[in-house]
């Protein structure tokens, strides 16, 4: 969307620019205008048609998110239909992704800043738990921190409802691997689909936390199949041979 431009809405929603493009679709800020607030309004690509697969996938995201309600979790707001193109409306979050900041960073985070990442991503996870949610994919580029420094949670794209005792109730007997291999729990890189649970996000931010203390994820390799293959059958290395000047307290976490 270019200055001087036909206004283009979908909806109710004028879109003023692209903030990203992904997999499966674009992120447009937007301006929503029966409530006069600027969104996030992500969008499945308009090329061809979208899978059913990819379409139900982008609902399974929209609920999720809009089940769920706290300061560390990207807000979702409505999704729907418009000719043709279907639309998620979320929180719109000003800052950058824990991966831009990781790529630009030129010195490891101050200590405190990662606790204080790691307490509050803890939190919001814990939350959505309590809630039925599990997000399983969870990494630093689906994750916001805003412009007051506050962390927040975004894209439950993969995201499962669970039971309280974190069985899915979802159909997960595919054998499919789902997530980003590098920040993959064992269970999740070996499809072990019904082992998958709480815990399995825990995992991921322990991944989260160790790249924070390292500048890099516990397991990577070449390909994705090599990394899951040694996020299976691999030791992960300690922080402290990687940066020896991490602080002792979060390497034990």
Known sequence: VQPGDKVQLVGEYELIEVLGRGGMGVVYKARQKSMNRFVALKMISSGGYPSEKSVRRFYQEARAAGKLSHPNIVRGFA??????????????????????????????????????????????????????ILHRDLKPSNIMIDTK?????????????????????????????VGTPSYMSPEQASSSND????????????????????????????????TLLLVVNQDVIPPSQLNPDCDRDLEAI
């Open 79 to 132: 999704a729907g239909e418009h000719d043709g193109r279907h639309f998620f409306a979320m929180e719109l979050v000003e800052g950058r992704t824990l991966r831009n900041i990781l790529k630009s960073a030129q010195q490891h985070l101050p200590t405190n800043t990662i606790a204080s990442y790691a307490k509050v991503l803890a939190e919001a996870v814990h939350y959505a738990h309590e809630n039925g």
């Open 149 to 177: 420094d506050r962390p927040k949670i975004a894209d439950f794209g993969l995201a499962k409802h669970v039971d309280p005792e974190g069985e899915t109730t979802l159909d997960s007997s595919s054998g499919s691997v």
């Open 195 to 226: 082992q998958i649970g709480p815990a399995s996000d825990v995992y991921s931010l322990g991944a989260i936390l160790y790249e924070l203390l390292t500048g890099e994820p516990p397991f990577k390799d070449e390909s994705p199949l090599a």
